[in-house]
C-alpha cells in the first residue's frame, strides 16, 4: 500500500491532538499512512500547499485557516457553503479528470455528536431539551456551533457572546438566515445562570479572566451543561466554573475525535456519509489514545 500524506496545519499547532487521534485510526484500518502538524500561519496556505509533493491527500486546517480554506478550494461540501469555514481539505479527481482540492467541513458534525453523545443529555429529546443555547465567541468555530444548534434544537434561541461587534452582528444575522431566534447576550454570567447549553468557542485561555470572575462569582449558577471545544489544558478555568457547581462539561476533544471521523470518511472513501470500517473500533482507539497521553502528560 502506497505512503499517503495527511497534516494538521494552524498557528499555534504545536498542542493539538490531531496527529494523536488519526494515528490510533490508521492503526485499526491497517492504513500505512503519515499524519503530522505543521505551523502556517495567516495568508500563507496557498504557498504551503503549493509546496507539498504528490504523496500529500489531504489536510486538516483549525485557526486560523478556516476562512482562507474556503477560497482556495476548489469544490464546498453543503456544511463548507453554508458557514463560509472549510476544516478538511482533500485531494480528489473532478468528472473533468481534473485533480482538485475538495473542502469540507466536519465541525458542524464534531459539535453535534460532542453534545448528542454526552452522559449530561442521555436519553433526553435535544429539540425540546436545548430551549437557551448560549455560543461564546464569532469566528469560524461559532459559525459552525450555531449551525449545529440548529440541526440539534431548531427551535432553541441562540444567545450569542462576542467581543467583536462586527462579528457578532454577523453570526447573529446568520443564525436568523438558518431561521433560528438569535440574540446577543452582554452578560455572560446571568445568561449562563439560564442556558441549557453553553458553547464556548474561544482559544485556549482566551476566556480565562472571565471564567475566573464567574468561579468566584456568588451570581454565577449555572443552568446546564458546558461544551468547551479548547481542550489544552484541561479542565480548562471555564470548565472548572461548570465542575465547581456539579453542571456537566463536555471536552473538546469530543469535538475533535468526532470532526476527525468525518475527515477520515472523506480521506478514505471521498464521501462524508459512508461510515468507516468499524467505526466504533476506530473511535475508541482514539479515545484510548487520547487518555493514555493525558495520563503521561499528568505524571510527568
Known amino acids: 500500500m502506497n505512503t499517503r500524506n495527511y497534516a494538521v496545519l494552524g498557528s499555534p499547532i504545536s498542542h ?3 496527529p494523536l487521534i488519526h494515528q490510533a485510526a490508521y492503526r485499526v484500518l491497517s492504513l500505512d499512512w503519515q499524519y503530522g502538524r505543521h505551523e502556517v500561519g495567516k495568508g500563507a496556505l496557498r504557498s504551503f500547499i ?3 509533493d504528490d504523496t500529500w491527500m489531504g489536510l486538516s486546517l483549525t485557526m486560523p ?21 472549510v476544516n478538511t481539505l482533500a485531494k480528489t479527481v473532478n468528472d473533468a479528470g481534473e485533480t482538485i482540492w475538495a473542502g469540507y467541513n466536519t465541525d458542524v458534525f464534531g459539535i453535534i455528536q460532542a453534545v448528542s453523545q454526552s452522559p449530561a443529555f442521555g436519553g433526553k429529546e435535544l429539540a425540546s431539551a436545548l430551549r437557551n443555547v448560549l455560543v461564546v465567541g464569532s469566528g469560524a468555530t461559532a459559525t459552525s456551533a450555531v449551525t449545529a444548534v440548529k440541526a440539534l434544537a431548531p427551535g432553541a434561541t441562540v444567545w450569542l457572546h462576542a467581543r467583536n461587534a462586527e462579528t ?15 440574540k446577543i447576550c452582554k452578560n455572560l454570567r446571568k445568561q449562563a445562570n439560564t442556558s441549557d447549553l453553553v458553547i464556548s468557542t474561544l482559544p485556549a485561555h482566551a476566556l480565562d479572566e472571565a471564567a475566573e470572575k464567574l468561579y468566584n462569582s456568588r451570581r454565577f449558577n449555572p443552568a446546564g451543561a458546558l461544551l468547551d471545544v479548547a481542550y489544552q489544558p484541561w479542565p480548562s478555568q471555564i470548565a472548572k466554573a461548570w465542575i465547581r457547581h456539579d453542571q456537566p462539561v463536555i471536552s473538546g476533544l469530543e469535538m475533535l475525535i468526532w470532526q476527525a ?3 477520515l470518511r472523506v480521506f478514505v472513501h471521498g464521501s462524508t456519509a459512508e461510515p468507516l470500517t468499524n467505526e ?7 479515545r484510548h489514545d ?4 493525558a495520563a503521561q502528560a499528568n505524571n510527568n
Open 290 to 293: 487520547v487518555e493514555v497521553a
Open 50 to 52: 503549493e509546496g507539498l
Open 168 to 182: 457578532r452582528s454577523q453570526l447573529q444575522a446568520y443564525a436568523e438566515q438558518l431561521g433560528l431566534k438569535a
Open 16 to 18: 493539538s491532538k490531531s
Open 65 to 85: 485557516l478556516k476562512e482562507e480554506a474556503v477560497r482556495f478550494a476548489n469544490s464546498l461540501d453543503y456544511y463548507a457553503r453554508l458557514t463560509g469555514a
Open 280 to 286: 466504533i473500533a476506530v473511535v475508541e482507539a482514539m
Open 261 to 263: 471521523v468525518v475527515q
